[in-house]
T-cell receptor, first 115, second 117 residues
């Protein structure tokens, strides 16, 4: 069965510092991988996704993530944090097999930015 | 504008009083899903639907019902709400086309905050 683990329920960084949010997955085959962001009092929106091809994926707002099959990881990074990046971030996986129909989310990481 | 709408956005009710949260999408997506979001637990899938008249249980279906009579609508029904169903609920839809491919973006509604007293 698939699962997703996000390490750290809360991450705090200074403005301008590197952002690193960790996500590890468990799956029998390489899954589709997603990062979603949730701003306060809003729904979720897609930051980026990995389906196939290049393992370094670039998303919106300067975020990127790298799919590492050997480490079963899909960590989210941003070189320089901005105050507007404060939000909750969710990693998600779905199965490539057409018979599967589940999308599984991690428990979320709340990102705080210190001035 | 492509969107998923939910109503109501906020609801306070009492134990046992049946309620329905509506969800509608205008993108002609086949796949629709309901999630609940609770602190520290992320989003957990309640029910999902691969297409009209096709629904199935997610991870936390107890106490909930759904129907999919039309492609655009996917209402969530709580026949007898209880306080442990107090939560933030999200509806979402995905374009899976005929292949059933779940590699596309999920579009989320704005959420419904439900309080059951």
């Amino acid at each position: 069965a698939q699962s997703v683990t996000q390490l750290g329920s809360h991450v705090s960084v200074s403005e301008g510092a590197l952002v690193l949010l960790r996500c590890n997955y468990s799956s029998s085959v390489p899954p589709y991988l997603f990062w979603y962001v949730q701003y306060p009092n809003q729904g979720l929106q897609l930051l980026l996704k990995y389906t196939t091809g290049a393992t370094l994926v670039k998303g919106i707002n300067g975020f990127e993530a790298e799919f590492k099959k050997s480490e079963t990881s899909f960590h989210l990074t941003k070189p320089s944090a901005h105050m507007s990046d404060a939000a909750e971030y969710f990693c998600a996986v779905s199965d490539r097999r057409s018979s599967a129909s589940k999308i599984i989310f991690g428990s979320g990481t709340r990102l705080s930015i210190r001035p | 504008e492509a969107q998923v709408t939910q109503n109501p956005r906020y609801l306070i009710t009492v134990t046992g009083k049946k309620l329905t949260v509506t969800c509608s999408q205008n993108m002609n997506h086949e796949y629709m899903s309901w999630y609940r979001q609770d602190p520290g637990l992320g989003l957990r899938q309640i029910y999902y639907s691969m297409n009209v008249e096709v629904t199935d249980k997610g991870d936390v279906p107890e106490g909930y019902k759904v129907s999919r009579k039309e492609k655009r609508n996917f209402p969530l029904i709580l026949e007898s709400p209880s306080p442990n169903q107090t939560s933030l609920y999200f509806c979402a839809s995905v374009n899976i086309q005929t292949s059933g491919d779940l590699g596309n973006e999920q579009f989320f509604g704005p959420g419904t905050r439900l309080t059951v007293l």
